[in-house]
């Protein structure tokens, strides 16, 4: 069956912060100048919002540029900022320390940034954007040229054997002008644009954490509307970055999470039972003793920073947001980032349009290093990459850089690749984690219940082997099956095979939350991650 086209000047893959703030700059430009033109959004979640986690602390300023009257219109922004703790923890004890400035919080806002992202696509659909939930972008097209001529959704109704089903439809083609690829971390048609445009030719590597993050209703009495809560050490070992985050908001919910750099060594260390260890701290614990968790979900994060972006255009689109690695680690905050890119982006894109040039986008790497987003992320440059020195290490130069420096050295620290950080499992000391108690803390699954995650279980899997022999022979064999501690979800295990008594990796779709980490973070890089059928996927509710 052939797929149907459609044509539009601009579409734009993803309907998170940088994607709809791309949207919205585009038609708010096309609105100033006269100028008609069609914009279109893919989400691949099954709504606006449903793919979306974040802690999440929103520093309004790019919001402020984009939609000055935005509390007039109801934005939900509705928790302002309180009190900032920043604490050292120890097994037993914790020590408060200064807030590094950059997590001073006066003026932000504790939000849902799922029901931002929903708000802000009611912005763009009053513009007349054009929004498709439910469609995953699967496949980018190509002009025969070689430039990006658009992308194509993923067909449904295609059964385990990869063989259309009775209810087989195919996938619909989007041309366009220009495609804006705002994906989110480690997207994988961005991946895939970035190895055939060699967009990271000339720049350092790209670094990643996971965080895992769950919503919580407490009781009354221990709610503290705005109070905005940051630790560093324990549980994580003293080489490990990583840290947590509570604040607390709107109707007694405290969003509690902890974010580990996948930079770490040990092939035995399991992220998500180093956040359900967190919680167990005596500083900790007592927030959440006879409170009810809600909600649960995990996303990679992309925290290389300035000497890590790619190149941001090539002949036909542009990266925008995370997709391309504007997070600000130091703030621990990328929405406001994210939106300025998308705005930048939108710009440059406009300018091209209505000028009928060719080529890639000019001007929308010097808009970036010229505004603030640039500058921003130029200053903090070292701060992360600081900490593989080890957390004293990180923090005593963070602060030389803070309180010194001011953000003005003559250098640029270097990343590595994370996934060759793992140790040979033979050189690393086994980690014994305590079970969970099913009140504080929990295992995978009853998790992953929790994010409302579902797949079509009759579907070709969207984790895909390079080579279906490397997790036993070498992942298993050499590493002691990272997978199955890495992934946050029970998507990965190492079970008996019946017939032949070997072990062998079980690969369970179905409870897979989207985050990517498998992707970044498997030793041999042989996990693919690509897009599931549309719409599949987590359903995340007030994250």
Known sequence: MEREAMEFDVVIVGGGPSGLSAAIRLKTLAAEHGHDLSVCVLEKGSEIGAHILSGAVIETRALDELIPDWRDRGAPLDTPAGKDRFLFLTKTRHVRLPAPPQMHNAGNYIVSLGNVCRWLAEQAEALEVEIYPGFAAAEVLYHEDGSVKG?????????????????????VELHARQTIFAEGCRGSLSKGLMERFDLRKGVQPQTYGIGIKELWEVEPDKHQPGLIDHTIGWPVPRDVYGGSFQYHFGENLVAVGFVVGLDYSNPYLSPFDEFQLFKTHPAIRGTFEGGRRIA????ALTEGGWQSLPKLTFPGGVLVGDTAGFLNVPKIKGTHTAMKSGMLAAEAVFDHLREGRTGPVIGYLAAVRDSWLGKELKQVRNIRPSFKWGMWGGLTYSALEAYVFRGAMPWTLRHHEDHAALKPAADCKPIDYPKPDGKLTFDRLSSVYLSNTNHEENQPCHLTLKNTDIPVRVNL???GGPE??????????FVDDQD??????QINFQNCVHCKTCDIKDPTQNIHWVVPQGGDGPNYPNM
């Open 477 to 479: 064999t050499t590493f």
């Open 296 to 299: 649960y979900g995990a996303r």
């Open 500 to 505: 032949s008594g070997a072990q062998r990796l």
């Open 151 to 171: 992308v194509a959704t993923g067909a449904m109704g295609v059964g385990k054997d990869g063989q259309p089903t009775e209810n087989f439809e195919p996938g």
């Open 484 to 493: 199955a501690r890495f992934c946050p979800a029970g998507v990965y295990e």
